[in-house]
């Protein structure tokens, strides 16, 4: 393989592991958004409700585990590193060790597959900030696009929600995705791909045009945000089994455990549906793969970059004085 990197890199949201850990990471998430103090500690009360414990650094070490043995039965002889947005393992901090280590070139993936600011621009920008804050000799890093249309991410879902299916059959199918403002999805190509990956899915397993709800709003109540809630659909639903499929997350979050296995949850119980929540992508085998292949390409030839307008951040109306 040309040595067109020597390095790959996986970029992830982060979460606190203890309940210590809890303030101080919302403050990282929040920092810079008008966002109320009681809204972060009503959030803080989700993650006590676990310990303080998000499993999504988990099961970033899980993937990153399946990674290296991946690569290394086809012969992608890089080392791995692991960098946050918000929590420890700091993404800076990762990009200081990788210096330090002597790497000058890393393709690099974020743990989202679709297109919107919070899920692509704003990891390129993540990354560009390490550099600025490592300095001199930072290694120049590519980020690979928004992966939504690999055929092994397809997979991956697909067999998620055909297991779901064997486990309760006949059920009805919905799928969820994080929620973001409507300013941010119309300058983004989010929900159209979201939309591309279910349609696909359903179409392989021979079910009727998919349904997509939101999850996870965090807003004020005066912005708008995509929706259908997913709570209010299944408050709303007439199907008596339900299959809630987090299309959007690639492995499990705070909003997975509480906004599907709590909330929506008990709302399916208290309407007598029978409810079960599938699997995300996480270490499947075909998704592992799928990573390990864009990383493939990446050797063989420079990284495909984004188009310069896409995924913009939202333009948020001037705060007019009192």
Not at 150 to 162: E, L
Not at 215 to 220: D, F, L, Y
Not at 238 to 256: N, Q, T, W, Y
Not at 299 to 321: N, T, W
Request: proline share 8%; aromatic share 8%.
């Amino acid at each position: 393989m040309p040595d067109q990197y020597d390095a790959f890199l996986l970029v992830s949201f982060g979460g606190p592991e203890k309940n210590e850990d809890v303030i101080p990471f919302l403050e990282n998430v929040l920092r810079g958004k008008n966002v109320p103090r009681e809204r972060m500690l009503e959030v803080a009360e989700h993650y006590y409700h676990f310990g303080g414990a998000s499993p999504i650094n988990g099961q970033c070490r899980e993937l990153l585990v399946a990674l290296s043995a991946d690569f290394a039965s086809h012969g992608v002889n890089l080392p791995i590193y692991w960098g946050n947005r918000n929590w420890d393992p700091m993404l800076a901090d990762t990009v200081r060790q990788m210096r330090d280590d002597g790497v000058k070139r890393a393709v690099s993936i974020a743990t989202s597959a679709f297109g919107s600011y919070s899920g692509c621009r704003q990891y390129r920008e993540d990354i560009e900030k390490a550099r600025a804050t490592v300095g001199e000799g930072a290694p120049e890093i590519h980020k690979i696009p928004p992966f939504w249309n690999h055929p092994g991410f397809i997979a991956a879902v697909t067999d998620r929600v055909r297991g779901a299916l064997e486990q309760l059959p006949g059920a009805d199918v919905v799928y969820t995705a994080h929620s973001i403002p409507v300013s941010m999805a119309q300058s983004s190509p989010y929900e159209r791909q979201l939309l591309s990956v279910c349609a696909q899915v359903n179409a392989a397993l021979g079910l009727p045009d998919p349904v997509l709800v939101y999850q996870s709003r965090s807003g004020p109540p005066t912005q708008p945000w995509l929706e259908p809630d997913i709570v209010d659909y299944v408050r709303s639903t007439e199907a008596r089994k339900l299959i809630v499929v987090p299309v959007g997350f690639l492995s499990d979050h705070m909003e997975v455990l509480y906004d599907l296995d709590t909330e929506a949850a008990e709302a399916a119980e208290e309407r007598g549906i029978e409810f079960l929540r599938a699997g995300t992508a996480g270490t499947h085998p075909a998704f592992v793969a799928a990573i390990r292949e864009m990383v493939q390409a990446a050797l063989a030839g420079p990284v495909g970059v984004c188009a310069v307008d896409c995924c913009k951040a939202p333009v948020r109306p001037a705060v007019r004085p009192a």
